[in-house]
């Protein structure tokens, strides 16, 4: 079984950093992409970065010049570094993992952690 665990939330003020950051583990044979998916009250989930094994990014217009995506030294992790933070930002950020198997192509999701921007 595959298991995600974000770490590196928390409550900022407005300007602020907060660098997120989520490994994976357990049986992923392949990893096609990751990513950052967030989540605010009364909204539905959002891709908010993502990038993909050969190393292309992209973006959510909305953080686009704020938020910067990146792979770890270990290929089964990921980072999200959050700078300028709005009271928009405010959401769960969850992990995400396209990856494989010897046979099935999966979508992993991780518990999510939160990040609250307010002053």
């Known amino acids: 079984q595959v298991q995600l665990v974000e770490s590196g939330g928390g409550l900022v003020q407005p300007g602020g950093s907060l660098r997120l950051s989520c490994a994976a583990s357990?049986?992923?044979?392949?990893?096609?992409?990751m990513g950052w998916y967030r989540q605010a009250p009364g909204k539905e989930r959002e891709l908010v970065a993502g990038?993909?094994?050969?190393?292309?990014?992209s973006y959510a217009d909305s953080v686009k010049g704020r938020f910067t995506i990146s792979k770890g030294y270990a290929k089964n992790t990921v980072y999200l570094q959050m700078n300028s933070l709005k009271p928009e930002d405010t959401a769960v950020y969850y992990c995400?993992?396209?990856?494989?198997?010897?046979?099935?192509?999966?979508?992993?999701w991780g518990q999510g952690t939160q990040v609250t921007v307010s002053s």
């Open positions: 357990g049986r992923i044979f392949s990893i096609y992409a």
């Open positions: 990038i993909t094994s050969g190393g292309s990014t």
């Open positions: 995400n993992v396209d990856g494989s198997d010897s046979t099935n192509r999966y979508d992993y």
